[in-house]
């Protein structure tokens, strides 16, 4: 099985989303499952220009020539594809959904009714891909990611992808946190690989791994507290900094 998987955080191997898709990930390895993992900040992937050219001009080829071609037929191939992403703005960041948008080349221009609903045919006989999202936010509450899911479940039936679910961490500066500091936190990582491993094996992941990914770790109080108290700490630094000779 090829999964492919995006990592969306510029902050990439430092950041909070890396937690999840790491145990992810390599639960699907250990069930045997190749795996190629793309940092999205590191591509040169311009944004679609809009004026459907790889519609009527080149049909099928963008007229852009930059590292979205050499994505597309990744994502062809692919039997499982992995959009790992901090919210950004209640949505992915832009890295993310320019390429996205630059797979418009896959589809035909014409309208076709599928489940009564106007779509584009795809170019080439379709591989039915599984979609699993997996995000993390900083604010505490779960439905933070209500638009990121909407989002992320209307973009797998515009391009007949099978969303396959997500893996969801509120507050996830708290789990970065945690893990730096040694705190007991083992079960949310090892919830994360375990899903993996279920998707590889059955095709689906439980309600009780994803459930405990996207568990409490702190309460909102204490979240809230110690993470203003943090900001504060930051920006008293600096105006010390600053005023110091
Ligand atoms: C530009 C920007 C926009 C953000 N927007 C939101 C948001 O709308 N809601 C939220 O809960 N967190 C938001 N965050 C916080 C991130 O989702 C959070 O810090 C996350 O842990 C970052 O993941 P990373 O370390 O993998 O990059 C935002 C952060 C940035 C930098």
Redesign the pocket.
Known sequence: MKVLAFNA???ME?????LLLEPFLAGMKEEGCEVELIYTCKLHVKPCLGDTACWTRTPGKCVQNDDANALIPKIQEADVIVFAT?????GMPGTLKNIIDRLIPLIEPYFVLRDEHCRHPPRQPHKNSKLVLIS????WEMD?FDPLVMHVQAICKNTCWEYAGALLR?H??AL?YMVREGLPVQDVLTAAKNAGRELARTGKMSEENLKIVGRELASLETYVEMTNKGFKQALDRLSQTKASP
């Open positions: 955080s510029p902050l430092r950041g909070n989303t890396t901090p919210l950004y703005v209640d993390n936010c900083g604010f933070n509120p996830g500066e970065g």
